[in-house]
């Protein structure tokens, strides 16, 4: 029987003109013990070297709640010699009923040199059946970029956490969706961090008996972790999306002020401090301050309201956690496109 891969392992490494000859005879062979199992296609791609291992392990945890065909592309664009390896793999988790294994397979490339412009080929030619594409981008994006590829793709995941440009990066994001006619969805994992924040403050507002204190805002505070920065300022676009705010110019990187729609004036305090990505979100309504934050124990949110200097009686939310697994768990679960995110950057696009 084939060998079949651990966390830590490629597998089988295989010709490139064979690897759906040895997939086939990978499942012959373990027929009646093993279960095949695909929803999607997820391909991986980055230029981090050590990634092919990397994110082996983390496919190995993703397939246990999101069957796939996972293709995971590790590339050198610096090596002297142009070169294609190849491997094949299944993730395999006992299922509910406890009787078989279902599995999802991996197909594992590392591309050296000059070959890394067959990228399109490598995963086009890889893919499982009419399955949907989704294709987690893991470097910076480069221009340009390739239309062969972002036609066929449905979903494109990224983090914009790490950009070093923002303006530049979005720009070739929504280059590689014109070419695909508005067909490809922009998932953003660092928009995903902010889930359960923005879920905890949207349920202070749930009733429209609470939604006279929309007009009464007048100052934000948002405290965030090193390295977070632009986390921060995607909840403040939300905020702005959701409420109608219009940004104004400031002086200061972290005074940001916003006018309502009445004309009044909104000013945000955005904070560095340690701990989570987004550790404390203080919104004050008029004489009423609406409150979330970490918890101790770190996978909680004390969420209260209340007047300056009160009793005030916290309930407890899930955080949510900021690792790739949980993310990317949390992403792929979603369907159709990300209209309120898009509406979110557009608010706060010239600050990121």
């Known amino acids: ?11 089988l490494p295989v010709e490139i003109g064979s690897i759906d000859h040895e997939l086939k005879k990978l499942w012959r062979e373990s027929e009646g013990a093993m279960t095949r199992a695909s929803l999607m296609n997820l391909a991986v791609y980055s230029e981090e070297p050590g990634s092919l291992k ?7 945890r993703i397939t246990e709640n999101h069957a796939c065909r996972a293709i995971v592309i590790e590339a050198d664009c610096n090596a002297q010699e142009d070169g294609v390896d190849a491997w094949i793999s299944a993730h395999c988790h006992v299922s509910r009923a406890g009787s078989k294994q279902v599995c999802s397979e991996q197909i594992s ?3 050296n040199g000059g070959c890394t412009t067959q990228l ?24 340009p970029m390739d239309p062969q590829l972002w036609t066929w793709v449905d979903r494109v995941i990224y983090d914009s956490r790490p950009w070093q440009d923002f303006q530049a990066q979005m720009r070739l994001v929504e280059s590689a969706q014109a070419e695909a006619k508005q067909r490809i969805v922009l998932c953003d994992l660092n928009w995903t961090r902010l889930d359960k924040a923005r879920f905890a ?28 920065r632009s986390t921060a300022l995607l909840f403040v ?4 999306a959701q409420l109608n705010w219009r940004s104004e110019k400031t002086d200061g990187e972290n005074k940001l002020q916003f006018v309502g729609s009445s004309g009044r004036k909104i000013d945000i305090e ?33 969420i209260s309201r209340g007047k300056a200097g009160g009793k005030r009686v916290p309930q407890l939310m899930p955080a949510g956690k900021n690792d790739s697994v949980s993310l990317m768990s949390e992403e792929l679960m979603r369907g159709g496109p990300h209209h309120v995110y898009l509406h979110a950057i557009n608010c706060v696009r010239e600050l990121l």
């Open 54 to 60: 990397k994110n082996t392990q983390l496919m190995a």
């Open 201 to 228: 403050l949207a349920q202070f507002f749930d009733h429209p008996a609470s939604h006279h204190h929309f007009a009464k805002i007048k100052k934000v505070r948002i405290d965030y972790a090193s390295g977070f």
């Open 270 to 302: 955005m904070r560095q401090r340690d701990g989570e990505p987004i550790h404390e979100v203080a919104v004050t309504a008029g004489d009423i301050e609406f409150l979330i934050t970490h918890a101790k124990c770190g996978d909680l949110l004390e």
């Open 237 to 240: 676009g939300w905020l702005a």
């Open 1 to 11: 029987m084939a060998p079949i891969a651990e966390t830590y392992s490629l597998g």
């Open 120 to 143: 399109p080929n490598i995963v086009l030619s890889n893919l499982d059946s009419d399955l949907p594409l989704y294709l987690w981008w893991q470097q910076e994006f480069h221009n």
């Open 109 to 111: 490339f590392c591309l």
